[in-house]
């Protein structure tokens, strides 16, 4: 059975651009376009014509003060922190990367696509609520996550697989039992969060489930990851709709960090997410780019991800390696911290 995909694209999102060399360049979004227009999809995307997030929209996750701050911005370049850039049309193309978001969160929760993807940029998942951070202006997959509450979804789930941490999006939830933050990331590293004693607060104690790994974790501690933690955890919070912050920087071939992934991996996960949840690949799952600075291996992973969601075929289970002690203490470590909170084997 196959799925159509809804797509969120924009030429906007090319012209976010540093003056000089910058990890977070717009052939990333060339690379994401290529990966769509290769992938094994059944039908040609349904192209959604994304807007501007209205300040409401983004208020429900961002302070007034930073949207004002991010008004002034506008239409000029400079530095928010000492990586991330804006450029005259950053803001512009932040807040249409935030409305295209939303756009897709509303086809989805309408049930007029199977799945979505979000060709976004700048990124948003280190985006604080009052603050740019790590190459992000805006939380695009917050702003979406907090529409769909805000329209009539009772859970929302937001599965992270970047490999830095999204402090941002775990900031913003930290305390909200209808969002699931769940985040596999290289540790430590780059923000410094997503320690597994990290679960939440007060009455989101529990809905923030971080598996923190130790360098050179491959496709094995990965998907391994998802079968005795994440996968069952969906499957208890029993989201109305998933969203994927999906960075493909843990793969092996980016030079910012030092993953092991093949597009495998994405795969992999991917499928599971979709397994995992009661609508299953059905639909109410989006992808919203995120990280990846190799080209070769955004294009590929990304690619891969979208066509596990397109088809609900089983696939053979392939040969995904051993996992080191090391990450099986990472997991053990990720597993006892959520015990008290779900049911794990």
């Not at 990890?23 to 094994?40: C, S, T, Y």
């Not at 409305?99 to 086809?107: S, T």
């Not at 679960?199 to 998802?226: E, I, K, M, W």
């Not at 397994?275 to 291996?297: C, F, M, S, T």
Request: overall charge negative; some cysteine.
């Amino acid at each position: 059975m196959q799925h159509r995909l809804a797509l969120v694209d924009d030429p906007l999102f090319l012209e976010h651009r540093a003056e000089g060399p910058h990890p977070e360049r717009p052939e990333r979004l060339e690379a994401a376009r290529a990966a769509v227009a290769g992938a094994r999809l059944g039908s040609a995307p349904e192209r959604l014509a994304p807007r501007d997030a209205s300040d409401g929209e983004l208020g429900r996750v961002h302070g007034e003060g930073y949207i004002e701050e991010l008004g002034v911005a506008a239409g000029r370049r400079g530095y928010f922190d000492a990586d991330t850039y804006y450029a005259p049309c950053s803001v512009a193309a932040a807040r249409r990367a935030a409305g295209g978001a939303v756009e897709l969160v509303d086809r989805l929760m309408r049930e007029q696509a199977g799945f979505g993807v979000a060709l976004v940029r700048p990124p948003g998942h280190h985006a604080r609520p009052d603050s740019a951070m790590g190459f992000c202006l805006l939380n695009n997959v917050a702003v979406a996550a907090a529409h769909a509450r805000a329209n009539g979804a009772s859970r929302v789930a937001i599965v992270d697989w970047d490999v830095h941490h999204g402090n941002g999006t775990q900031e913003m939830f930290y305390g909200d039992p209808s969002v699931l933050y769940v985040s596999l990331h290289q540790f430590p590293f780059y923000p410094g969060t997503g320690a597994a004693h990290e679960v939440g607060a007060g009455d989101g104690r529990g809905y923030t489930l971080n598996v923190p790994l130790s360098a050179g974790a491959g496709d094995a501690v990965y998907v391994a990851a998802f079968d005795r933690l994440i996968a069952p955890v969906l499957s208890q919070f029993d989201p109305d709709l998933v969203l994927i912050s999906a960075g493909f920087d843990a793969h092996r071939r980016d030079p910012l960090a030092s993953m092991s992934l093949s597009e495998t991996a994405y795969a992999e996960m991917t499928r599971r997410i979709g397994k995992a949840v009661p609508r299953g690949a059905d639909g109410r799952i989006a992808l919203l780019l995120e990280g990846g600075y190799d080209l070769q291996g955004l294009e590929s992973s990304l690619k891969a991800a979208l066509e596990a969601l397109a088809s609900q075929e089983t696939e053979s289970v392939p040969d995904l390696g051993t996992i080191s002690p090391i990450h099986r203490q990472d997991l053990a470590r990720a597993l006892d911290a959520q015990r008290q909170y779900w049911k794990l084997d």
